[in-house]
């Protein structure tokens, strides 16, 4: 059974840290480009960064130079560390496992930024 499990959401304050945390099981975690997107209320989903099987990462322009995605392929955990987190940044955060057609998603964390 493939699952994708994010963990590390909560509410912070603007300016703060969080790390989000996705274990995949059930999937050959080393062969899949990994991904993170977010959704906030009354917007579509969208992606905020990813990083290759090779571990080549990818972050979209609004958080670039603030987040850092990284792999561990030993533990079949993907991260995403987010400092300076802005109101902007509340969403639904969701972990994604993409391989050829194999395409997985998490059920999601929530993250809250306060001003």
């Known amino acids: 059974q493939e699952q994708l499990a994010e963990s590390g959401g909560g509410l912070v304050q603007a300016g703060g840290s969080l790390r989000l945390s996705c274990a995949a099981s059930g999937i050959i975690f080393r062969f899949n480009a990994m991904g993170w997107y977010r959704q906030a209320p009354g917007k579509q989903r969208e992606l905020v960064a990813s990083?290759?099987?090779?571990?080549?990462?990818n972050l979209a322009d609004s958080v670039k130079g603030r987040f850092t995605i990284s792999r561990d392929n030993a533990k079949n955990t993907v991260y995403l560390q987010m400092n300076s987190l802005k109101p902007e940044d509340t969403a639904v955060y969701y972990c994604?496992?993409?391989?050829?057609?194999?395409?997985?998603w998490g059920q999601g964390t929530q993250v809250t930024v306060s001003s």
């Open positions: 990083i290759t099987s090779g571990g080549i990462p």
């Open positions: 994604n496992a993409l391989w050829r057609t194999d395409d997985y």
